[in-house]
């Protein structure tokens, strides 16, 4: 049976929110600790984490957003959901949200051993990154090249 406090089901399956938290035009990347999240050396995540039982996925990601981080997040869209089995054999199911924020200053938990904010074409290049992770960032860079074609095309409008 699992237990239902750490979002697990017994079949050690694990449901996760991520953020892809963007403020002007950049993505907030996390450093993690390896000791604390079965991290490789120079790997990289997205703030986030476990959604419990009878959470609301929502919730669950601001939650974990500003444990993790100390930043007010707002919830924009889902951008991919994604599924991995890490090596200890937990699976792992989740969805990547982007968000934006009004708060800037990062106060990082225990978890974490630094961040930065990285245009979404630079994180591949710069870090390895699982196939799930590189496809949310590639959801993320469309969707700015889309949203600047859109305010480009406003102004044009409005003149």
């Given at each position: 049976?699992?237990?239902?406090?750490?979002?697990?089901?017994?079949?050690?399956?694990?449901?996760?929110a991520?953020?892809?938290?963007?403020?002007?035009?950049?993505?907030?990347?996390?450093?993690?600790?390896?000791?604390?999240?079965?991290?490789?050396?120079?790997?990289?995540?997205l703030?986030?984490?476990?959604?419990?039982?009878?959470?609301?996925p929502?919730e669950?990601?601001?939650?974990?957003?500003?444990?993790?981080?100390?930043?007010?997040?707002?919830?924009?869209?889902?951008?991919?959901?994604w599924?991995?089995?890490?090596?200890?054999?937990?699976?792992?199911?989740?969805?990547?949200?982007v968000?934006?924020?009004?708060t800037?200053?990062?106060?990082?938990?225990?978890?974490?051993?630094?961040?930065?904010?990285?245009?979404?074409t630079?994180?591949?290049?710069?870090?390895?990154?699982h196939?799930?992770?590189?496809?949310?960032?590639?959801?993320?860079?469309?969707?700015?090249?889309?949203?600047?074609?859109?305010?480009?095309?406003?102004?044009r409008?409005?003149r």
């Open positions: 049976m699992g237990n239902p406090e750490d979002g697990s089901t017994g079949e050690k399956t694990v449901f996760v991520k953020a892809a938290v963007v403020q002007d035009g950049k993505v907030l990347i996390l450093h993690p600790c390896a000791e604390t999240h079965h991290a490789e050396h120079d790997s990289i995540d703030p986030g984490g476990k959604i419990r039982y009878g959470e609301d929502l669950a990601l601001a939650r974990e957003v500003r444990e993790e981080t100390g930043l007010l997040v707002e919830p924009i869209a889902p951008v991919r959901l599924s991995f089995v890490r090596s200890d054999g937990l699976h792992f199911i989740g969805v990547t949200v968000c934006t924020t009004q800037g200053e990062v106060r990082l938990s225990d978890e974490h051993e630094g961040y930065a904010w990285v245009p979404p630079a994180i591949a290049a710069a870090w390895p990154v196939d799930e992770l590189q496809a949310a960032f590639e959801v993320l860079e469309r969707s700015s090249a889309m949203s600047t074609v859109a305010r480009s095309s406003q102004a409008s409005t």
